[in-house]
């Protein structure tokens, strides 16, 4: 089992930037044994793929919007997402989700790889 808490969310003006975090509390993994990324949801769309990593730094940005903009980083159980130059299609809710390495079969891209899952922390850019 891997529990996952965000933090780091709230509102911003256009232009201004958030850091969100994510801590992961593992139950028979230890942090090298999972990949983590995160995803996020705008109200009335699907959950997006943002950014994942794994244990070792090795990143993949999975949405183009924010290639440039945003950078996920991660130190052991830690994962981060810097979010600079901020606009208001970055407004949704951020989740945080992991996968064991043994159980990954999927894009580190695609919601349904992940089977951990934290509550989402809310991000809000105003214009």
């Known amino acids: 089992q891997v529990y996952l808490v965000e933090s780091g969310g709230g509102s911003v003006q256009a232009g201004g930037s958030l850091r969100l975090s994510c801590v992961a509390s593992?139950?028979?993994?230890?942090?090298?044994?999972?990949?983590m990324a995160w995803f996020r949801q705008a109200p009335g769309e699907e959950r997006e793929g943002v950014a994942a990593?794994?244990?070792?730094?090795?990143s993949t940005y999975c949405a183009d919007s924010v290639k440039g903009r945003f950078t996920i980083s991660r130190d052991k159980n830690m994962l981060y997402l810097q979010m600079n130059s901020l606009k208001p299609e970055d407004t949704a809710m951020y989740y945080c989700?992991?996968?064991?390495?043994?159980?990954?079969?999927?894009?580190?891209?695609?919601?349904?790889?992940?089977?951990?899952w934290g509550q989402g922390t809310q991000v809000t850019v105003s214009s």
């Open positions: 593992a139950s028979g993994y230890t942090y090298s044994h999972y990949y």
């Open positions: 989700a992991a996968v064991p390495r043994a159980l990954r079969s999927g894009d580190l891209c695609v919601e349904i790889t992940y089977n951990f």
């Open positions: 990593a794994n244990y070792d730094g090795v």
